[in-house]
C-alpha cells in the first residue's frame, strides 16, 4: 500500500519559515523523483519544486525560486520543503507526489498525498 | 510563464461524451508529449487520469481519453457517468524541468 504523509503545515506570519515533510512508504522511493504541487483555497494547482531521485538536481517555479528548498533522506524515505520568507500568496495545500518512474515515466505525477496545509497570515 | 487555459465549467447528462480543452504554447503543450490529465474531488488528492498525452495508467476505465492538435490537449470523458463529477486539471512539461498546471475544469454530471 503505497503511502505519502505530509506534515508540518501550520498558521505563520508572513516573512516567517516553516518546514515540510513528506514520508513514503509502500513505495521504492529512492527510485522516484519527487515534487511538491500547491493549491490555493478555491484554486487550481501549481507545480512548485522537483528533485532528482537521488537528490543530484532540483529546479523550482519562478514564485518560489530563492526562497524554498526541496530536499530529501532517502535513508528515511522523507522529502522535505523549506519555506523561507513566507508570503501571504504561499498559502496553499502543499501536496506531494512522485513522478512516474520507470513504468509511467519522469514527467508525471503519479501517487499523491492528502496535503497539508499552510496558512501565512498577519 | 502562465498557467495553461481551460474552460472553467463544462457539463454532460449521463451516457453523453464532454471534452475538456486545455490550450498552452509553442513552448509546453506544442513543444513536448508530455501532457497529462488529473481529476479531482472535493477535498481529495488529484488521481493522474491520462498521461503522454493519450495513455491510460492502468485502472483508468477505457471512457477517459487524451488528444493533442498543435498547442491544444484535450480530455474526452466518453458515457458519463455520476462517479465523473470533479474537477480535472491538465499539466505540461515545459522544459528545463518545470510543469505547467491549467486553471482546471468543473464537470457536472446533469
Known amino acids: 500500500q503505497v503511502q505519502l504523509v505530509e506534515s508540518g503545515g501550520g498558521v505563520v506570519q508572513p516573512g516567517t519559515s516553516l518546514r515540510l515533510s513528506c514520508a513514503a512508504s509502500?513505495?521504492?522511493?529512492?527510485?522516484?523523483?519527487m515534487h511538491w504541487v500547491r493549491q490555493a483555497p478555491g484554486k487550481g494547482l501549481e507545480w512548485v519544486a522537483v528533485?532528482?531521485?537521488?537528490?543530484?538536481?532540483?529546479n523550482y517555479a519562478n514564485p518560489v525560486k530563492g526562497r524554498f528548498t526541496i530536499s530529501r533522506d532517502n535513508s528515511k524515505n522523507t522529502l522535505y520543503l523549506q519555506m523561507n520568507s513566507l508570503r501571504v500568496e504561499d498559502t496553499a495545500v502543499y501536496y506531494c507526489?512522485?513522478?512516474?518512474?520507470?513504468?509511467?515515466?519522469?514527467?508525471?505525477?503519479?501517487?499523491w498525498g492528502q496535503g497539508t496545509l499552510v496558512t501565512v497570515s498577519s | 510563464q502562465s498557467a495553461l487555459t481551460q474552460p472553467r465549467s463544462v457539463s454532460g447528462s449521463p451516457g453523453q461524451s464532454v471534452t475538456i480543452s486545455c490550450t498552452g504554447t509553442?513552448?509546453?503543450?506544442?513543444?513536448?508529449?508530455?501532457v497529462s490529465w488529473y481529476q479531482q474531488h472535493p477535498g481529495k488528492a488529484p488521481k493522474f487520469i491520462i498521461y503522454d498525452v493519450s495513455e491510460r495508467p492502468s485502472g483508468v476505465p477505457d471512457r477517459f481519453s487524451g488528444s493533442k492538435s498543435g498547442n491544444t490537449a484535450s480530455l474526452t470523458i466518453s458515457g458519463l457517468q455520476a462517479e465523473d463529477e470533479a474537477d480535472y486539471y491538465c499539466?505540461?512539461?515545459?522544459?528545463?524541468?518545470?510543469?505547467?498546471f491549467g486553471g482546471g475544469t468543473t464537470v457536472t454530471v446533469l
Open positions: 509553442s513552448s509546453d503543450v506544442g513543444a513536448y508529449s508530455f
Open positions: 528533485i532528482w531521485y537521488d537528490g543530484s538536481d532540483q
Open positions: 507526489a512522485t513522478d512516474g518512474g520507470s513504468y509511467y515515466g519522469v514527467y508525471v505525477f503519479e501517487k
Open positions: 499539466c505540461s512539461y515545459a522544459g528545463t524541468y518545470t510543469w505547467l
Open positions: 509502500g513505495v521504492p522511493f529512492s527510485r522516484y523523483g
